[in-house]
Nanobody
Framework: VQLQASGGGFVQAGGSLRLSCAAS????????MGWFRQAPGKEREFVAA????????YYADSVKGRFIISRDNAENTGYLQMHSLKPEDTAVYYC??????????????WGQGTLVTVSS
């Protein structure tokens, strides 16, 4: 099973990007899908997560109100819609699947990461 994140790029502050996370096969049943990010020189941190049904969502305080997480289980794909991007959002973004929404150690399937760069 593989996860592949895509959609990163270069954007000016205030802009938007949508990240996608495609699974090679049906992997998300009963698992949370999460997004994490790692900025240069910093530890990887939790960004957002959603339950298998999509009914429950969780966000880091730093992105709440700006980012929206969603998933399409029929397509084995998850998304992170990012609005009002700030330079501090610059990071490599990773998608992952795990058993607890904001607990990074519980995530055991990881994508390769996609770089988001936000210019001021």
């Amino acid at each position: 099973v593989q996860l592949q994140a895509s959609g990163g790029g270069f954007v000016q502050a205030g802009g938007s990007l949508r990240l996608s996370c495609a699974a090679s096969e049906r992997t998300y049943t009963n698992l949370y899908m999460g997004w994490f990010r790692q900025a240069p020189g910093k530890e990887r941190e939790f960004v957002a997560a959603t339950s298998w049904s999509g009914a429950a969502t969780y966000y880091a305080d730093s992105v709440k109100g700006r980012f929206i997480i969603s998933r399409d289980n029929a397509e084995n794909t998850g998304y992170l819609q990012m609005h009002s991007l700030k330079p501090e959002d610059t990071a490599v973004y990773y998608c992952a699947a795990g058993t607890r929404p904001s607990s990074q150690p519980s995530y055991y399937l990881w994508g390769q990461g996609t770089l988001v760069t936000v210019s001021s």
